[in-house]
């Protein structure tokens, strides 16, 4: 989640982003309906310092078999792949 952020900031991407996670609590811990835990607490918080980069950003939760596509972009974001033109 983090690296496909940071890969669409940096892409110059500044429109609304879903993010989308098979993680129900995941989800649930980014919209503030369950508690973070303090280990996780400063990537929760980098997460949404990135956040304010775009117009809106939506978390979703989806059925794993919907968020393979989303594992295939964060691992093209992790591999330095670029957007064409």
Not at 5 to 18: N, Q, T
Not at 36 to 61: K, M, N, S, T, Y
Not at 64 to 71: Q, W
């Amino acid at each position: 989640m983090l690296r496909c952020l940071e890969w669409l900031r940096l892409a110059g991407y500044r429109s609304r982003v879903v993010v989308c996670a098979d993680d129900g609590l995941l989800v649930r811990q980014f919209v503030g309906l369950a508690p973070v835990p303090a280990e996780v607490l400063p990537l929760r918080e980098r997460i949404g310092r990135l956040a304010g980069a775009f117009r809106a950003v939506e978390f979703r939760q989806v059925a794993a078999e919907e968020s393979a596509v989303a594992r295939e972009l964060a691992r093209c974001a992790g591999s330095g792949w670029v957007l064409p033109g």
